[in-house]
Nanobody, 118 residues
Framework: QVQLAESGGGLVQPGGSLRLSCAAS????????MGWYRQAPGKEREMVAT???????DYADFVTGRFTISRDNAKNTVDLQMNSLKPEDTAVYYC????????????WGQGTQVTVSS
């Protein structure tokens, strides 16, 4: 069983930056997708950014140009650099690792709180 551990959340002022990191314990396989999702109070969880093991990235429209996702396959880590943060970015951010090919898996981290407020 793989566990995902997020770190790097916290309180930041509007316009500031944070870097989230996620480390996976255990083996991941090529052909999977790692990503970051978020859930604000009273809202559904939504995709923020994803990256395949081959390096293809995808971003939600609301973060394009502000956030950058990166992945280190050798270390089983995925980071999210968040710049120009806005109050509406406040949410719990979750790391995910998913593979639809065999062996299939869908792992989630426990989440890390990001609060953007002055």
């Amino acid at each position: 069983q793989v566990q995902l551990a997020e770190s790097g959340g916290g309180l930041v002022q509007p316009g500031g930056s944070l870097r989230l990191s996620c480390a996976a314990s255990g083996r991941l396989f090529s052909g999977d997708i790692m990503g970051w999702y978020r859930q604000a109070p009273g809202k559904e969880r939504e995709m923020v950014a994803t990256v395949t093991s081959g390096g293809t990235t995808d971003y939600a429209d609301f973060v394009t140009g502000r956030f950058t996702i990166s992945r280190d396959n050798a270390k089983n880590t995925v980071d999210l650099q968040m710049n120009s943060l806005k109050p509406e970015d406040t949410a719990v951010y979750y790391c995910r690792a998913r593979r639809v090919l065999l062996p299939r898996y869908d792992y989630w981290g426990q989440g890390t709180q990001v609060t953007v407020s002055s």
